[in-house]
């Protein structure tokens, strides 16, 4: 009897696992070029407060709703030619205002949806190549603030304030080959820095740094 019942339960644990794993299936769309991306090479991607998706490709930025794929040349009042064609790298993102934030060759633009207009935020603080613009990555925190790593400072978008303030100077890595990533740890509050030799993590409040090698 025993034995009975725990066949009969056996078959019916399979039974239920089947369902469930047929209830979890995925259907997987491969979109390319050929349905409107602007590149088969898209760099991220990132879905915004209204579930708009905007791709980073080779060839620019591109927003899709689902169904179509609209270039940047079509957005509301959006004529800025060279960030139109221009590649654009990880990452996307979205501030408080609902402004998209992308990231190109050194410099971000971030372009307002409301007006069309474009912004372009250059950081020229490389001590061997003083004109050359040198922002290599950037982050958003909890409260809306962007932090863009250089290859030799921290800086700190202040939401609030639509301010930039040189927030803590890092030690410079020679090779500009291997760029700086930053990462925002909301459980920690801190950040994360990824280099060419080390990992650090940085405490937003006290700037204290622990670094692993």
């Not at 070029?33 to 991220?44: R, Y």
Request: proline share 3%.
């Amino acid at each position: 009897m025993f034995r009975q019942l725990f066949i009969i339960s056996f078959l019916l644990f399979l039974f239920s696992f089947r369902i469930d794993a047929q209830q979890q299936s995925y259907v997987f769309q491969h979109l390319t070029s050929k349905d409107g991306l602007a590149s088969d090479n898209v760099t991220c991607i990132f879905q915004d407060s209204k579930g708009f998706y905007w791709l980073g490709t080779e060839n620019g930025l591109q927003k899709f709703d689902g169904k179509n794929f609209t270039p940047a040349s079509s957005f509301n009042g959006f004529r800025n030619a060279r960030v139109t064609t221009q590649r654009v790298g990880y990452p996307v993102l979205e501030d408080k205002q609902g402004d998209i934030w992308m990231h190109h060759a050194g410099f971000i633009s971030v372009y307002h949806p409301r007006t069309g207009q474009i912004n372009r935020i250059e950081i020229a603080d490389d001590s061997m190549h003083p004109a050359s613009p040198n922002i290599q990555n950037f982050c958003k925190d909890e409260q809306g603030n962007m932090w863009i790593v250089t290859g030799e400072n921290i800086y700190k978008y202040d939401s609030h304030k639509s301010k930039l303030d040189l927030w803590l100077q890092i030690e410079k890595i020679s090779n500009r080959l291997n760029p700086t990533h930053i990462l925002y740890d909301v459980n920690k509050k801190a950040l994360w820095l990824a280099r060419e030799r080390d990992i650090s993590m940085i405490d937003i409040i006290t700037k204290k740094k622990t670094i692993f090698k």
